[in-house]
């Protein structure tokens, strides 16, 4: 058959688990969005499931097997990750100590999409994550057509879930935009960012 749908309610569950559990993608939202707004969120919201259909058509047309099976390259990706955390981490703790929100907020809400691009397409982990998680789906489904639908699944629900933190955090905006509230964001922003910085390097 072409699509084994018998593998759709399991998948969903994981899906749900996977998709809840915070990562770099919900952070960078909830920061965009609380600090310029619903239009700034939906952006890099759009720039980080831009970066994710590249990488999962990567691995359904077969080239992602091909690329896990050259290190260097995801190496490679992985530094480039990395630094580009590494970089968003430094530039909101630097807006920290001088106590100003210009320079964050140029290289955090000013480029959106392009945000939510590069930090999701130099993340190998999206690619190993679609070659380890969605094969266990396909069940009786002729592959490519299965995966296709898997994946077109998996990214329809991230967006629904990254969509409400988008709007969630837009719609309290005004009411936590006091300077202790936007210094502990950017704060833990900053921390979440180094930390993921140092665990793709590891």
Known sequence: ??????????????????????????????????????????LALAGIHSAAAVQVALVISGL???LAQYPVVL??????????????????TRGLLRRSGDEPEEVMSDRPFRQGFLTNITNPKMILFSL???????GSGEPAPQLAMLAVLFLAL?????????????RVAGRLKRPGVTTALDAVCAAVFLTMSVGLVV
């Not at 072409?2 to 399991?10: K, N, S, W, Y």
């Not at 190496?75 to 909101?92: M, Q």
């Not at 380890?132 to 396909?138: E, R, V, Y």
């Not at 991230?158 to 837009?170: D, F, N, R």
């Open 132 to 138: 380890a998680f969605l094969p266990q789906f396909i």
């Open 64 to 66: 992602g097997v091909v």
């Open 1 to 42: 058959m072409l699509f084994d749908f018998g593998q759709v309610p399991a998948f969903l569950i994981a899906c749900a688990i996977v998709i809840v559990t915070p990562g770099v993608d919900a952070f960078l939202l909830l920061r965009t969005s609380l600090r310029s707004g619903t239009r700034s969120g939906l």
């Open 75 to 92: 190496t490679a990706l992985r530094w480039i990750g990395a630094a580009y955390l590494l970089y968003l981490a430094v530039s909101i």
């Open 158 to 170: 991230a967006a629904v879930w990254e969509l409400m933190i988008v709007l969630a955090a837009s």
